[in-house]
Antibody, heavy 123, light 111 residues
């Protein structure tokens, strides 16, 4: 059964770059059937989509974060990564990686999630 | 301010039926884009509950049902049980943002 696991530092200093990796346990990130995405959830708040990528190389970012976000993929390691630059305390959140169920954007949902990892931005 | 609007909280007694609304606009639900629902138990990752507005993944009880009309969607939970106490989120695609959007979430309390 497919599993996703987030990893990376739990503490990042303000103005630095947050870097996380998602490792996919089964299957290939190169499949045309899915998007793969990042979502975050500040403590006590709701979910916010950060960005997603498709195997063709296309990436999609939340406009509110676009200037600071980069998503990349290493298919040889079955991993995809998130980089968020110039972080502030408002970027403190649980960060989730997830598989998106369809290559059709308008029907795509997040059907398999990682457990999430808490990243705190503090000096 | 979320693109999709949900009530912050709903409550019901065991055995009762509750509904959670999700209101969007002409660039998301009103454009005909599908709505999906997630259940997030305390301390856990969200779990897909309803997809493409009305479908349940394997293992989700038929007490959970979804509907969509116009610029809104609803999640209904019948026969409330204590273990249904959780946060619920709706999600769709938004053409103005060219990305996926979530509702602000609704906390369900089972009295």
């Amino acid at each position: 059964q497919l599993q996703l696991q987030e990893s990376g530092p739990g503490l990042v200093k303000p103005s630095e770059t947050l870097s996380l990796t998602c490792t996919v346990s089964v299957g290939s990130l190169s499949t045309s059937s899915y998007y793969w995405g990042w979502i975050r959830q500040p403590p006590g708040k709701g979910l916010e989509w950060i960005g997603s990528f498709y195997y063709s190389g296309n990436t999609y970012y939340n406009p509110s974060l676009k200037s600071r976000v980069t998503i990349s993929v290493d298919t040889s390691k079955s991993q995809f990564s998130l980089k968020l630059s110039s972080v502030t305390a408002t970027d403190t959140a649980v960060y989730y990686c997830a598989r998106q169920s369809s290559m059709i954007v308008v029907v795509s949902n997040f059907d398999i999630w990682g457990r999430g990892t808490l990243v705190t931005v503090s000096s | 301010q979320s693109v999709l609007t949900q009530p912050p909280s709903v409550s019901g007694a065991p055995g009762q039926r509750v509904t959670i609304s999700c209101t969007g606009s002409s660039s998301n639900i009103g454009a005909g884009f599908d709505v999906h629902w997630y259940q997030q138990l305390p301390g856990a990752a969200p779990k897909l509950l309803i997809y493409v507005s009305i479908n349940r993944p394997s293992g989700v009880p038929d007490r959970f049902s979804g509907s969509k009309s116009g610029t809104s969607a609803s999640l209904a939970i019948a026969g409330l049980q204590a273990e249904d106490e959780a946060d619920y989120y709706c999600q769709s695609y938004d053409s103005s943002l060219s990305g996926w959007v979530f509702g602000g979430g609704t906390k369900l309390t089972v009295l």
